[in-house]
């Protein structure tokens, strides 16, 4: 096996981290600023680099309106030749008639083959509407057979819980083509310590087979990661096609002080074929006040291999060295 590493953790308060590798053969990073005010994105050429470059602001949150609070977990993909990163943001960080926070997915669109150059290089393309008006926020996408995948966590009113797991075919990168489908919802124990909540979804596309994971619970030391799986052959749009594990796929190591890691994406290492996990975790348990203002959620990034049914083993959370 590898003996690859990285520094750990790789960069400091930066939670809901995403990592792609471009054919320009930049690494390009971008997550959640503890002010949640602004979408800023660095690049280097090696994914150790990521830790000293310097980030560039790119959007910045509106004064007032639908985009003006609590900006969250951006992600960056490169679609057709252009760039595009979704987000969730509010109106405001009141709490709805829920008792929930009141997200919406946006999206934004560079033509510019540097998508760092200017922050007016970036155009709004306004949000990613579902059917149902609610609280929805950490999408991504992915190609399959040449169509376009949105995957995101949306609240149904109907279903007990935060948020559920939804899969639609996509018109173009900012409209839905094809109705939601629910994945998964909050069911399981460990999906449900102090919140229900599935939220978080990347996909590894590996081994003939699609991955799903995603994360669940609160975002303290509960927080854990699960995953659905899906033969490439099959119809992606058909929940009957999933299968749920029943049990996490990645959770806190309390050996190892590591607690609460998810919200992942995925990329390879320099060599191109290495498959790495890119998370966020923290290496204490003891937080004043709301989790999720807590700015010590770290970047980490580590090697996986696979099972010999060629699903991904995550192994464990790696133990910080450089904190």
Wanted: net charge negative; proline share 7%.
């Amino acid at each position: 096996m590898s003996k690859l590493t990285y520094t750990t953790p790789l960069i400091i308060q930066r939670a809901d981290p995403y990592i792609y590798r471009h054919s320009d053969g930049y690494y390009y990073f971008t997550a959640s600023v503890p002010s949640y005010n602004r979408i800023e994105i660095r690049r280097a050429r090696t994914i150790e680099g990521l830790a000293h470059a310097a980030p560039r602001t790119i959007w910045r949150k509106h004064n007032e309106g639908p985009m003006s609070q609590l900006i969250w977990a951006p992600e960056l993909h490169f679609i057709d030749g252009k760039w595009f990163i979704y987000f969730a943001a509010a109106e405001t960080t009141a709490f709805d008639e829920n008792g929930m926070f009141q997200h919406r997915m946006f999206c934004i669109e560079c033509d510019e083959k540097n998508p760092m150059e200017s922050e007016d290089d970036w155009i709004e393309r306004g949000q990613v509407h579902t059917p149902m008006d609610s609280f929805s926020l950490d999408a991504t996408c992915f190609k399959l057979n040449g169509k376009l995948y949105y995957v995101w966590a949306q609240k149904d009113p109907d279903i007990k819980g935060n948020s559920n797991l939804y899969i639609a075919e996509m018109k173009n990168p900012w409209t839905l083509k094809t109705p939601p489908v629910m994945l998964s919802k909050p069911e399981y124990n460990w999906e449900t310590k102090v919140f229900w909540v599935n939220e978080g979804p990347a996909i590894l596309h590996r081994n003939g087979k699609l991955f799903l994971t995603y994360s669940a619970s609160a975002t303290d030391e509960n927080y854990a990661m699960g995953m659905l799986t899906c033969d490439e052959n099959k119809d992606v749009l058909n929940p009957q096609n999933w299968q749920k594990s029943s049990t996490p796929v990645f959770q806190s190591d309390i050996t190892h002080h590591q607690y609460g890691p998810g919200h992942n994406s995925f990329t390879v290492a320099e060599d191109g074929k290495t498959d790495l996990m890119v998370y966020h975790c923290r290496n204490y348990t003891n937080i004043k006040g709301d989790p999720l203002y807590d700015p010590n959620r770290h970047t980490i990034v580590k090697l996986f291999t696979y099972n010999n049914d060629g699903t991904p083993n995550f192994g464990k959370p790696v133990p910080y060295s450089n904190l």
